[in-house]
């Protein structure tokens, strides 16, 4: 197992550079850059600009300059934000982002899992058809309606919740729970459907038709035999899904005004900010990355099935 996980940990390091590399020349290739406005600049100024972010450079050179600065952790200047750079602004703003989503999963996990196995336990039941129904309401509306929505009802009409800001204002906390809650419905819609359809799928295996014949109490057999089996799909999940919710979260952050990484994002692709782009990739990607790391290795200790050799 150990050798597994040190290979692993090593493939990261050829993934990581395919990602960079295909970013910064795909970044590159595409028409526009980062000082292309509507308004002219004169030729001196763009040359200036050129030479003091080193543009002026032949393409390998520039590549071979950047790979080494990402090396040492320096993602560079912003090329539209003069007064910061690529890691200032991504210190100032991807904790936000980072947090929401965190909280966000939790959420969808516990509710999304609950959900699946009172669903799967109450097959073709009421409590069934109502689990799903919610499910796919979660999968089908938007975030941009349920965002208001929750804002119409818990904000603007029972006053119960502020409608914007974010935790570091005067209501603290109470800031996260609606984008929090917004974020996490699709998730949560995803796993209770796909715990659902595993929970039932173990259920009719025959190992757990074999505990309930030696008399097992039924919450023993659910306990340790249905949903260490019956969860494995939403192990897998995880990954994904983490790196998902956290780089998707930029219609909550701009519906509950949340200063994230995602707002910061969108604004860097439309101003052709190659570094502040280039930061961002990185990070979304070293995430994912991660994340499916340590599913592999979580899902071999759920799963005797699984060898790693």
Do not use: C
């Not at 119409?152 to 119960?160: A, N, Q, R, T």
């Amino acid at each position: 197992m150990s050798k597994y996980i040190i290979r692993r940990l090593l493939s990261l390091i050829p993934t990581m550079f395919v990602i960079v590399t295909l970013s910064f020349f795909l970044i590159r290739f595409a028409p526009g850059g980062p000082f292309s406005s509507e308004k002219k600049v004169p030729e001196q100024v763009l040359q200036n600009l050129m030479k003091k972010y080193h543009m002026d450079e032949p393409m390998g050179q520039q590549y071979l300059r950047y790979l080494g600065d990402v090396l040492r952790g320096d993602f560079g200047p912003s090329f539209r934000y003069r007064d910061s750079t690529v890691n200032q602004l991504i210190a100032q703003s991807f904790p936000n982002s980072m947090l929401l989503g965190t909280v966000a999963l939790i959420l969808a996990l516990i509710a999304g899992i609950l959900v699946g196995i009172i669903s799967a336990l109450k097959q073709n039941r009421w409590q069934d058809y109502a689990a799903m129904s919610i499910a796919v309401v979660g999968i089908s509306v938007p975030l941009f309606v349920i965002g208001p929505i929750l804002q119409l009802v818990f904000g603007l009409k029972l006053h119960w919740l502020p409608i914007s800001g974010w935790i570091t204002s005067r209501d603290g906390l109470k800031t996260m729970i609606m984008p929090a809650l917004t974020l996490s419905f699709p998730y949560f819609a995803y796993i209770a459907r796909l715990s659902r359809a595993s929970i039932v799928e173990v259920l009719r295996s025959d190992y757990v038709r074999t505990a309930r014949a030696k008399g097992l109490a039924e919450r023993v057999v659910i306990g340790k035999h249905v949903l260490k089996g019956g969860l494995l799909p939403i192990v897998s999940y995880i990954g994904p899904a983490f790196s998902g919710i956290i780089t998707g979260s930029l219609v909550v952050e701009s519906v509950f005004a949340i200063p994230g990484v995602g707002r910061v994002f969108v604004q860097s692709a439309i101003n052709r900010d190659y570094t502040l782009i280039m930061g961002e990739v990185i990070i979304y990607s070293l995430i994912l990355v991660t994340m499916n790391f340590i599913v592999d290795i979580v899902y071999g200790f759920l799963d005797p099935r699984i060898s790693y050799k």
